[in-house]
């Protein structure tokens, strides 16, 4: 079935370095996207969005790049500090069958800053 | 300005026996979503309901699981007979528009269930 999955389940980056983080899909039928943070035992918390008419799409220290071609997803988080560690999601937005949309989560990244 | 809130926090219960979350929406938010998130697994849709209605249960086990969201007070996710396959933390969400994704989909701090 259709799903969204990430490469690489650990990530261990030094503090001050840029991070990446990476993310396949395989519903072509998506149009939209969401990074997601989650800080142990805590809920998701909404990073950046994209479309799919667009490639790249920048915030405060973060930049998601969308490669429709070959179905990738990633996220850039510039300068990292400590607060940045937790697990994070991509999801695509998928319809419902009543006229909603419900997110579909990836497994996730969990990102290590090392002071 | 309090945020989606959801409880108890942590719940522990044995083989057979009933679990109840709760989730509260945010204030003026009609919309709610429940999410079931195994552990080094990312969230999975369980149900969507506004006030009254269930939406969208696709997501929802066949049996022994329900939801509402009364007219009055918080949504209930419902588990009767709890397995120890049932052991996972539940997210509740909620939006005020209809389906509205971006930032508008908050979630809360999430209920782990452990089933003995």
């Known amino acids: 079935g259709e799903s969204v999955g990430l490469h690489l389940p650990t990530l261990s980056v030094q503090e001050g370095d840029n991070s990446i983080i990476n993310c396949a899909y395989s519903?072509?039928?998506?149009?939209?996207f969401i990074w997601y943070k989650q800080e142990s035992g805590k809920g998701p918390q909404f990073i950046i969005d994209?479309?799919?008419?667009?490639d790249k799409r920048q915030g405060q220290r973060v930049t998601v790049l969308l490669n429709k071609t070959v179905k990738h997803l990633s996220l850039q988080i510039a300068a990292t500090q400590p607060g940045d560690s937790a697990v994070y999601f991509c999801?695509?937005?998928?319809?419902?069958?009543?006229?909603?949309?419900?997110?579909?989560f990836g497994t996730g990244t969990r990102l290590t800053i090392i002071p | 300005n309090a945020g989606v809130m959801q409880n108890p926090r942590h719940l522990v219960r044995r083989r057979g026996q009933e679990a109840r979350l709760r989730c509260s929406p945010m204030?003026?938010?009609?919309?709610v979503y429940w999410y079931r998130q195994l552990p080094e697994e990312g969230l999975k849709f369980m149900v969507y309901?506004?006030?009254?209605?269930?939406?969208?249960e696709s997501g929802m086990p066949k049996e022994r699981f329900s939801a509402e969201f009364p007219k009055e007070g918080p949504s209930i996710l419902r588990i009767q007979q709890v397995v120890r396959g049932d052991s996972a933390a539940y997210f509740c969400?909620?939006?005020?528009?209809?389906?509205?994704?971006?930032?508008?989909?908050?979630f809360g701090p999430g209920t782990r269930l452990t089933v003995l």
């Open positions: 519903n072509s039928a998506s149009d939209y």
């Open positions: 969400a909620s939006s005020p528009t209809f389906g509205g994704f971006t930032d508008t989909q908050y």
């Open positions: 999801a695509e937005i998928v319809s419902g069958n009543f006229g909603n949309e419900k997110l579909t």
């Open positions: 204030k003026g938010h009609s919309h």
């Open positions: 309901l506004q006030k009254e209605n269930i939406i969208d």
């Open positions: 994209i479309r799919s008419n667009m």
